[in-house]
């Protein structure tokens, strides 16, 4: 994109912001930072937030939140985080990429839990961390984990998890866990092999895409946020049209294309965005090639292509019960000719019987016949 001379660049958290002063915003409207402030409820993510409530509430032991890249996961963790009590103790991990006895020192680590040298043992940290609960709950504190991109856990970690499932009393659970990632863990948990760890997911929430009019929203709550006036007018309605079929609604990708599009009218001297400046952001973005499906399409395609499925397998199971009729029936017509050419047989063989005992008894009769014809005058 072209940049005329004396185009003012002011830095702001090592991301260049060249329309805030041209549009009124007092803070950058669509970084794709996880800031709370700028969270759109969306009747998705209010249920996804309360989702998470209930979890801290209820009797359950794990809660399973998933979602697409950039779906706004991390972004509700954050809001969720910020309306507990005092009367909560939480540790979060946000790099899952350890062994089962990393992440009980990371777990001790972030509950203040303090290991001697020397001890670093598995039952030495779950001993602790039992104290730890056991005391919190004496005191009438809950204790939650919270596990982010858990879809990089590994098996053996995952089985930890169960474990600490296990910590106890005779009436509650010491420890609510929170798992938070992409769709794939929702793949990897209903595996055959995980069906333990599963069991124990007492609650499941999946964020998708924004609808339309979700992302209209979005993009008018974030403007009014950042301080900008005539949030209704800066994009037109066709560029919201577009910013939702290039982005398939998810918040990511839609706070991309905003604030490239918004620096396309301010380096173009717009007063707003129009599709084409969306189009044109798009195109630098690289996302006009490969648009993403909104959640309608999605919708369709997935019905379009279990409907062939069904009629394919439909056509086999009728392909293979019209052969397996066309064998039994030649295996009866066999049978039916062996029967009859039995018969026939049969038949012939009573039939020479009949005619040989005739024959006989014909030549029996003639034998008697001939003397008494021989001693007529």
């Known amino acids: ?25 007092n803070e950058p409207p669509f970084s794709i930072s996880p800031n709370p402030d700028f969270l759109y409820m969306s009747e998705m993510h209010q249920d996804a937030l309360a989702h998470l409530n209930h979890g801290v509430s209820d009797d359950g032991c794990i809660t399973l939140l998933t979602g697409g ?36 020192a990371a777990i001790c680590d972030e509950f203040r839990i303090s290991i001697r040298n020397g001890q670093n043992g598995v039952k030495r940290h779950i001993d602790k961390l039992n104290r730890f609960l056991l005391d919190a709950h004496a005191r009438n504190r809950r204790s939650l984990l919270i596990i982010d991109e858990a879809q990089n856990l590994d098996k053996d970690v995952l089985e930890m998890v169960r474990l600490l499932t296990n910590l106890e009393t005779s009436r509650q659970k010491l420890l609510k866990i929170f798992l938070l990632g992409q ?21 499941r929430f999946h964020l998708g895409g924004l609808n339309l009019r979700d992302v209209h929203g979005y993009i008018q709550h974030r403007i009014t946020v950042a301080g900008g006036g005539q949030s209704n007018k800066l994009f037109a309605a066709r560029a919201v ?21 918004l620096l396309g009218a301010y380096v173009d001297e717009k007063g707003s965005v129009s599709a084409a400046i969306v189009r044109k952001a798009a195109r630098e973005l690289a996302l006009e090639d490969a648009p993403s499906k909104t959640p309608g399409d999605r919708l369709r395609l997935a019905l379009t292509a279990v409907l062939a499925i069904l009629l394919m397998v439909t056509l086999w199971v009728d392909s293979t019960a019209d052969h397996y009729r066309f064998e039994s029936d030649q295996q009866l017509t066999r049978q039916y000719q062996l029967e009859e050419q039995q018969s026939v047989a049969a038949s012939d063989q009573d039939s020479a019987a009949g005619t040989e005992n005739t024959t006989q008894a014909d030549r029996a009769a003639g034998s008697e016949r001939t003397p008494m014809q021989g001693n007529t005058p």
Do not use: W
């Open 241 to 261: 049209r577009e910013i939702y079929r290039l982005s398939g609604g998810i918040p990511r990708l839609i706070n991309k294309l905003c604030d490239r599009s």
């Open 183 to 203: 769709s794939e863990l929702s793949v990897m948990l209903a595996r055959h092999d995980m069906r333990q760890i599963s069991q124990r997911i007492t609650g």
């Open 1 to 25: 994109m072209f940049f005329p001379a004396g185009t003012e660049i002011l830095s702001r958290g090592g991301c260049q912001v060249m329309y805030d002063r041209y549009f009124g915003f």
């Open 69 to 104: 890249v950039g779906t706004g996961k991390t972004t509700i963790c954050r809001c969720f985080l910020e309306q507990l009590d005092d009367t909560t103790d939480v540790a979060v991990i946000l790099n899952p990429k350890l062994k089962a006895i990393e992440l009980l």
